[in-house]
């Protein structure tokens, strides 16, 4: 079973930025597209940026302009480089890679935004 795993986490200062990354422990080449959500505390999993197999991205109306998703199934990789960090985007951020049939997730890292 393919395992991803994420990193780049932590504490920043509203303002700064974190690149986060996620990487597939095998390959994940038939996967159709990648992507990063987050979950802050008391709140549903949303969806914050996908990139698909083709390199076409998609981002949530909240990132846009700030994060950049890159990598994708062909390179067993996906990045997210957060730029402008503000204390809303405090949460865990978790990695995904899904295909027909079904979805690979990581076990999250934690993004702690200080204003």
């Known amino acids: 079973q393919v395992q991803l795993v994420e990193s780049g986490g932590g504490l920043v200062q509203a303002g700064g930025s974190l690149r986060l990354s996620c990487t597939a422990s095998g390959s994940i080449f038939s996967f159709n597209n990648m992507a990063w959500y987050r979950q802050a505390p008391e709140k549903q999993r949303e969806l914050v940026a996908t990139?698909?197999?083709?390199?076409?991205?998609t981002y949530a109306n909240s990132v846009k302009g700030r994060f950049t998703i890159s990598g994708g199934p062909a390179t067993n990789t996906a990045y997210l480089q957060m730029n402008s960090l503000k204390p809303e985007d405090t949460a865990v951020y978790y990695c995904a890679a899904s295909r027909a049939g079904g979805s690979l997730w990581g076990q999250g890292t934690q993004v702690t935004v200080s204003s």
């Open positions: 990139i698909t197999s083709g390199g076409t991205t």
